[in-house]
């Protein structure tokens, strides 16, 4: 059986009354050092776009959401893991 080269998080909070989602997606090589205690710098570098994640697995996230939408929201990369 083989060994995948890296694994994805997309992780999803919607935005208090306006209802907006906003997306993390990671990927994560197996090279990745396991860190603890948890270091938010070291999580930053592997943060990607949802339309990254989606180009490598070839797999469609958050269809349920209008399209505009979900092209706005996949198609960013967040700059840093939230406060």
Known sequence: MAVPDAFYKIVIRIE??????????F?????????KPYSANSHNK???S???IEEVTRLDFM???HN?????VE?????????
């Open 16 to 25: 208090g009354n306006s209802g907006t989602p906003k997306v993390l997606g």
């Open 50 to 52: 949802v339309d990254k």
């Open 27 to 35: 990927i994560y090589p197996q090279s990745a050092p396991r860190e």
């Open 75 to 83: 198609s960013r990369k967040a700059q840093s893991l939230w406060k």
């Open 46 to 48: 592997y943060l990607v």
């Open 68 to 72: 505009s939408i979900e092209a706005s």
């Open 63 to 65: 269809t349920i959401l």
